[in-house]
């Protein structure tokens, strides 16, 4: 089992921004890949970025050149930097692991931006 706990979330203003952390409770580098999601309201969750266990990354069209995905393996945590926010990019953020088969989810934490 792996918990994962996200941190960071709140209210900006758009061109604010914020950076999201997912603490987990196994070494992140034990995992094949974590990423972040989000889901807005009426909306399907949707893939904003991957980190693999060699560190490539990988990001959705939406947020590529405004968003970074990092790890620290001291901290055992995973990073969402979000720069040039939209109101678009309100939603609940989830932090994801896969680890030898199976998918971890956090609590998420909000992201609202204002206009």
């Known amino acids: 089992q792996v918990q994962l706990v996200e941190s960071g979330g709140g209210l900006v203003q758009a061109g604010g921004s914020l950076r999201l952390a997912c603490i987990a409770s196994?070494?992140?580098?034990?995992?094949?890949?974590m990423a972040w999601h989000r889901q807005a309201p009426g909306m399907q969750r949707e893939l904003v970025a991957t980190?693999?266990?060699?560190?490539?990354?990988n990001y959705a069209d939406s947020v590529k050149g405004r968003f970074t995905i990092s790890r620290d393996a001291a901290e055992n945590t995973v990073y969402l930097h979000m720069n040039s926010l939209k109101p678009e990019d309100t939603a609940v953020y989830y932090c994801?692991?896969?680890?030898?088969?199976?998918?971890?989810w956090g609590q998420g934490t909000q992201v609202t931006v204002s206009s």
């Open positions: 980190i693999n266990s060699g560190g490539a990354t």
């Open positions: 196994k070494n992140i580098f034990t995992m094949n890949s």
């Open positions: 994801n692991a896969q680890r030898w088969g199976g998918h971890y």
